[in-house]
């Protein structure tokens, strides 16, 4: 099935086949229009459409989507256009835009895409947090972190995780995501002020993956301190090109990103579907 697709999705599906995060009976192919799904790490269920290209038909494209869906027996599933500012998926977008409509889907959230490039400032570390791995601490303290981090959050998929399936599930898939990604053992940590978690940073090999603070420690600016450690943390590791993302109703988190030296570089248009 990876043979229908052209390169480079060919090849960027057989490297996730070979990392467990696709497979080719997630893989549908209606004339020109091409669909993957994708998984953020092995065993798990899909959770986007990674690899889909809509032809020139919507109503081909829709009726892909929909094949899909039923085949695999989803019952959530995110898709992401990205544009440059300024652009939107209705007019930019339009046959993929409606394609999605027609197979169930809603717009939901438009996020920011931000970027902090070698050769820029780096942001001062105040000194104030000391730092843990999260692969040197218990499980159960990690996800307690992770569970007490959701706690009102401004993330539009925490939110909807938590009223659909509980901070403990969220917690969970959170946890076993960030454990499986690329970056090296120390790089995602836990910040603590005395013995007490401030909250936590996780960088990936070339992204701010998650960064978050607990609700007893909002508002006294931890989260740059965070933002600080892991974006030195690439950029020490010779990362050119650090990418994030969040919500741009999360104006907090997207003002740190800012004063920490990142710049706007998209829009994300996050679309949903649900059984």
């Known amino acids: 099935m990876f043979n229908d697709f052209p390169e480079p999705a060919r090849s960027q599906l057989v490297s996730a086949f070979e990392e467990g995060r696709t497979r080719p009976e997630w893989c549908f192919v209606d004339g ?21 290209e ?19 027996k989803l019952t959530k599933i995110i898709h992401d256009i990205a544009l440059p500012p300024g652009l939107t998926p209705v007019v930019d977008r339009a046959v993929e835009h409606e394609a999605l409509l027609g197979a169930g889907f809603a717009l939901e959230v438009e996020r920011l895409m931000l970027e902090w490039r070698a050769g820029s400032d780096l942001p001062e570390e ?15 303290e990690v996800l307690d972190v992770l569970i007490r981090i959701s706690e009102g959050s401004l993330d539009h ?3 909807v995780e ?18 499986s990604r690329k970056a090296k053992p120390g790089w995602f940590v836990i910040g603590y002020a005395g013995d007490s978690p ?32 892991g974006t030195r943390t690439l950029a020490e590791a010779g990362v050119e090109r ?24 998209g829009r994300l248009h996050r679309y949903y579907w649900r059984a």
């Open 32 to 52: 020109r229009a091409r669909l993957a799904f994708w998984a953020p790490f092995p065993d798990a269920e899909p959770v986007i459409t990674w690899q889909f």
């Open 242 to 265: 650090v990418v994030a993302a969040t919500d741009v109703a999360n104006t907090p988190t997207a003002a740190a990103f800012l004063r920490a030296g990142y710049a706007e570089v």
């Open 157 to 159: 998929d925490t939110q």
């Open 126 to 140: 105040p000194g104030r947090l000391r730092y843990r791995p999260a692969r040197d601490l218990g499980e159960a």
């Open 162 to 179: 938590l009223a659909t399936s509980g901070a403990e599930h969220e917690a969970r898939w959170m946890y076993d995501d960030l454990m």
């Open 54 to 72: 809509p032809g020139p038909d919507p109503e081909v494209a829709s009726r892909l989507l929909r094949r899909g869906l039923a085949t695999l």
């Open 198 to 229: 401030v909250g936590l940073v996780a960088p990936d090999d070339h992204s701010i993956a998650y960064i978050g603070v607990v609700p007893e420690h909002r508002g006294h600016g931890y989260v740059d301190d965070l933002l600080a450690h």
